[in-house]
């Protein structure tokens, strides 16, 4: 059939977006009768020039009957891609999990060098802004070229004695001091206290706004908190170390029960033992971590060459590695991973405001119906005009609150269904008596086992050989 002949037949439309173009039957006969090539050269006269599904125009050609009661997609065009997101380039590297004691081959750890504080002066450049870039561009169906998308824009998360040039591109500080990331990635330049010595009767507790640094023990009973990092050169005991930042601690905590090690962000220590630490992202440990209780909100790990968990719940956002979990003992271990109990605790909070936001806008909008009737009517005095104009604002602001809430629900709601990406590894041995926790699934391990992952599996808890 020639075009004109096809043109009785068939019919050609485009999406909105130029993105789709679709083929529908007008009429079939028994008359009717082509090949993939001519209506290709019928969807061509049409304007459809480009993405076109040749294997498709093939099947309606050799099967029209199949085709003819329904539009078929027999084009595609090419979505523009999005460019590079835009990055803020920080002067130091801060990621706290490649910084620290250098391991030596028998396992021991050398912490001659551990406190390097990232010391910066005023009017010294600390972070720069690189703008993104375009994508790769695309192309509709009729061969219209689309611009590429440009990347996300990075912006500073302005954080304390730091200035920001006009255009938006360079972080400076503003005083002598240590640069230092606390919680949600703000960037801050601490001042910086330092003891030398233990932290004990002659020194009392330290609440201090800016980075610590301790050059010996801090003892049972007292109490360090700073809004920069905590550097603690000696050990722990049962203190109270609580940090907006990182906290780090070459001699280890020893803390009998008591007290507790808090950061916003990482918690680094030779080891713990008997201690309860609580990191936003990372616990990381070069000896062990013995019956304590630990949560971190990313990852947990315990990674010398001697690593061992045993005892108490370690428990992590994410993942937890060690080289040996539990002992020949069967000592019980809980390790749980794809848990985030803030988070869970948040969202309970978040419905129940959410139910209380949704009853208050239908009460508002049941006096607004009554007010417009007024208004309608001819009827509504100032004091009611006033109500409304009042009620007509809280109606917005409640609207807006309750989609916030709806919006970080459903984030809440996606982190804790998705266990695909939390795992336990054990480069060593993992010993029965060990209970291992994946989102709502749990496992108990009878038998010892060697160099595995335990990872979430089609509905159980599944271990597969452990890979570095």
Do not use: W
Request: aromatic share 6%; charged share 25%; with cysteine.
């Amino acid at each position: 059939m020639d075009i004109l002949q096809l043109e009785s037949y068939l019919r050609i439309q485009t999406s909105a977006d130029k993105q789709s173009a679709f083929l529908t039957f007008n009429r079939l006969t028994d008359e009717f009768e082509t090949n993939g090539g001519e209506l290709e050269r019928f969807i061509r006269s049409k304007g459809v020039v480009h993405g076109l599904r040749t294997e498709v125009l093939n099947q309606i050609a050799a099967n029209p009957i199949a085709f003819c009661k329904e539009q078929t997609q027999i084009a595609e065009g090419d979505s523009p891609k999005p460019g590079k997101d835009g990055s803020i380039r920080l002067a130091y590297d801060m990621d706290d999990r490649h910084n620290g004691p250098t391991e030596l081959e028998d396992g021991k750890v050398d912490f001659k060098e551990v406190v390097k504080l990232k010391n910066v002066k005023r009017g010294q450049l600390i972070a720069e802004c690189f703008e993104p870039e375009i994508g790769v561009p695309g192309m509709t169906v009729t061969g219209e070229a689309i611009p590429g998308k440009y990347g996300k824009q990075a912006r500073f998360k302005v954080g304390k004695n730091v200035v920001v040039n006009d255009e938006q591109t360079a972080m400076y500080a503003a005083i002598d001091g240590l640069i230092t990331l606390t919680d949600k990635e703000k960037i801050n330049v601490f001042p910086v206290y330092e003891v030398n010595g233990d932290v004990d009767y002659s020194i009392g507790n330290i609440d201090f706004v800016g980075t610590v640094v301790i050059r010996g023990n801090v003892l049972s009973g007292f109490r360090v908190k700073a809004s920069g990092d905590i550097r603690i050169v000696g050990g722990v005991e049962g203190a109270e170390i609580e940090s907006e930042g990182s906290v780090e601690i070459t001699g280890g905590i020893l803390a009998g029960n008591k007290g507790f090690v808090k950061a916003a962000r990482n918690v680094r220590s030779s080891f713990i033992q008997d201690g309860n630490v609580i990191a936003g992202e990372d616990v990381l440990v070069s000896q062990s971590i013995m019956h304590s209780h630990v949560k971190a909100g990313r990852s947990v790990i315990c990674s010398g060459a001697k690593a061992l968990i045993v005892g108490g719940a370690v428990q992590a956002g994410e993942t937890v590695t060690a080289r040996t979990i539990g002992n020949s003992m069967s000592t019980a271990t809980s390790i749980e991973v794809g848990v985030k109990p803030e988070l869970r605790s948040e969202m309970i909070e978040l419905r129940t405001r959410l139910k209380q936001g949704v009853e208050n806008l239908d009460k508002t909008d049941k006096a607004l119906t009554i007010l417009d009737q007024l208004a309608a009517s001819g009827q509504l005095t100032p004091d009611r005009l006033a109500l409304r104009i009042k009620l007509t604002a809280t109606k917005r602001q409640t609207v807006a609150e309750n989609d916030q809430m709806k919006e970080r629900i459903l984030e809440i709601e996606k982190s804790l269904e998705d266990s695909d990406q939390s795992k336990v590894n054990v480069a060593g041995t993992v010993f029965g008596g060990t209970k291992i926790v994946i989102g709502r699934y749990t496992k108990f391990v009878k038998d010892s086992a060697q160099r595995v992952t335990f990872r979430y599996s089609e509905g159980d808890i599944a271990f597969v050989p452990y890979t570095p």
